[in-house]
């Protein structure tokens, strides 16, 4: 890949499901968090998605085989829905920072999109560009 590489950064990230403080009562739990990635040293940034849930949650509600990314320390069970034992903000940040480490480097914001097509949703997926 000749050119310059993009450097991917979280800028943000929250939840409407979830206040980032509040204890979650539910032994099973799934929640979608908005998660803001933009190229580090710019203020612009993409709205991408992505569940979290503990593994009471998915072995209640997803059958067979689940979905992994090669790492031990991230696993994902359903596409787009990333595996946490609790809910810390700072626990899927660094999940997702791995992820992002692990599939680059990056040629273009568009390479990255599409390498994170089966972990997050982006909020321009499937619109093809003019």
């Known amino acids: 890949m000749a050119g310059k590489m993009i450097l991917p950064v ?38 991408f998605q992505i569940g979290a849930c503990n593994s009471a949650w998915a072995e209640s509600n997803v059958s067979g085989e689940h979905f992994k990314v090669f790492s031990e320390n991230v696993h994902f069970v359903l596409k787009h829905i990333i595996l946490v034992e609790r809910l810390d903000v700072q626990i899927i940040v660094d999940k997702i920072g791995i992820l992002i480490e692990m599939k680059g480097p990056y040629g273009s914001w568009r390479d990255f999109a599409e390498r994170m097509s089966d972990y997050l949703i982006w909020e321009y997926e499937g619109m093809e560009p003019h």
């Open 10 to 47: 979280i800028k943000d990230i929250s939840s409407t499901d979830w206040d980032g403080v509040s204890e979650v009562s539910d032994e099973k739990f799934c929640l979608w968090f908005h998660v803001e990635i933009g190229q580090s040293g710019t203020s612009a940034a993409d709205l």
